[in-house]
């Protein structure tokens, strides 16, 4: 379950500490770059996987099982967890992800997060522990949530981040937020600071047009030309990330936000959605 938004209204306290300079200042430490909060939309959304005690100690009991067996047969090496992810390979949004452990999760088998390397090798990363956090680059990186056991709560907040230079490259997508979203707010934020981006960046070089022709410098034309056809795909993802409402189909995440995308595969996921959804249309 996922518990989001309204962290201005409902809850001033978590907003202020994303919000705060001192915080902001150490995960952009971490993450090597200087960041800010992607949105407000996007402060402190709260994942929640909860189960009862019977819940809790039935897995326990299936697990201490099938490694008693798998000892036996000598087939140990084989998680479990493995076999059954939370959530598949995917990559975020957006550009930085910090997750940060509301649970105690000291006895806690499992619940890793998976890493696919740039090599194609899986690295495993235990997850932070309560009040810890985690900064991941989650837009590039291809991850999945393995299954935690031996616990009946976990919780955790996560906030998302990019870069704060408007030349810095933005690479956010609406993907895997989209269907899940009041529209109406996610657009019109992701639209306000993309366009702030865009005015800020036609600023620094309408300044660099003004010094060169009160200097007597001829207009660099190839540059000044280069500047506009990145203008014009910065716009074009805005467009394509901005989905008219009715086309958008309520829950339906594809894989198009993966960065080494199928896209037939895509296409496949979109229409099975679509047919699914045909005789009972959902908007919002």
């Known amino acids: 379950?996922?518990?989001?938004?309204?962290?201005?209204?409902?809850?001033?306290?978590?907003y202020d500490v994303w919000k705060n300079p001192e915080t902001l200042a150490i995960i952009s430490k971490?993450?090597?770059?200087?960041?800010?909060?992607?949105?407000?939309?996007?402060?402190?959304?709260?994942?929640?996987?909860?189960?009862?005690?019977?819940?809790?100690?039935?897995?326990?009991?299936?697990?201490?099982e099938r490694a008693q067996y798998e000892a036996d047969e000598g087939?140990?090496?084989?998680?479990w967890e493995d076999d059954k992810p939370i959530v598949?390979?995917?990559?975020?949004s957006y550009p930085f992800v910090c997750v940060t452990m509301l649970s105690d999760c000291t006895s806690m088998i499992g619940g890793e997060t998976a890493l696919r390397t740039g090599t194609g090798e899986i690295m495993k990363v235990r997850g932070p522990q309560m009040g810890c956090a985690v900064v991941l680059q989650g837009r590039?990186?291809?991850?999945?949530?393995?299954?935690?056991?031996?616990?009946?709560e976990r919780i955790s907040m996560v906030t998302s981040f990019r870069p704060r230079c408007p030349t810095v490259?933005?690479?956010?997508?609406?993907?895997?937020?989209?269907?899940?979203?009041?529209?109406?707010?996610?657009?019109?934020?992701?639209s306000e600071y993309r366009l702030e981006i865009l005015e800020e960046r036609i600023r620094q070089q309408l300044?660099?047009?003004?010094?060169?022709?009160?200097?007597?410098?001829?207009?660099?034309?190839?540059?000044?030309?280069?500047?506009?056809?990145?203008?014009?795909?910065?716009?074009?993802?805005?467009?394509?990330?901005?989905v008219?409402?009715?086309?958008?189909?309520?829950?339906?995440?594809?894989?198009?936000?993966?960065?080494?995308?199928?896209?037939?595969?895509?296409?496949?996921?979109?229409k099975k959605a679509k047919d699914k959804t045909r005789k009972r249309p959902r908007r919002f």
Not at 39 to 61: C, T, Y
Not at 171 to 186: G, H, Y
Request: proline share 2%.
């Open 1 to 14: 379950m996922r518990l989001t938004r309204e962290h201005t209204r409902y809850a001033p306290f978590v």
């Open 30 to 64: 971490i993450a090597g770059i200087e960041l800010v909060t992607e949105m407000d939309f996007e402060i402190g959304h709260i994942n929640i996987s909860v189960k009862s005690e019977a819940e809790k100690q039935e897995e326990l009991r299936a697990f201490s």
């Open 75 to 79: 087939i140990a090496g084989c998680p």
């Open 88 to 92: 598949g390979w995917h990559t975020d």
């Open 140 to 152: 590039y990186i291809e991850h999945q949530a393995l299954r935690a056991l031996g616990t009946a």
């Open 169 to 190: 490259r933005d690479d956010t997508v609406l993907t895997t937020v989209r269907p899940i979203s009041n529209l109406s707010e996610l657009y019109n934020q992701f």
């Open 207 to 242: 300044k660099e047009l003004r010094e060169a022709n009160g200097a007597g410098r001829k207009v660099a034309t190839r540059k000044l030309k280069t500047f506009f056809a990145e203008q014009e795909k910065f716009l074009a993802h805005m467009n394509r990330e901005m």
């Open 244 to 270: 008219d409402d009715e086309e958008v189909i309520r829950g339906n995440i594809d894989d198009s936000h993966l960065l080494k995308k199928n896209a037939v595969a895509v296409a496949e996921t979109t």
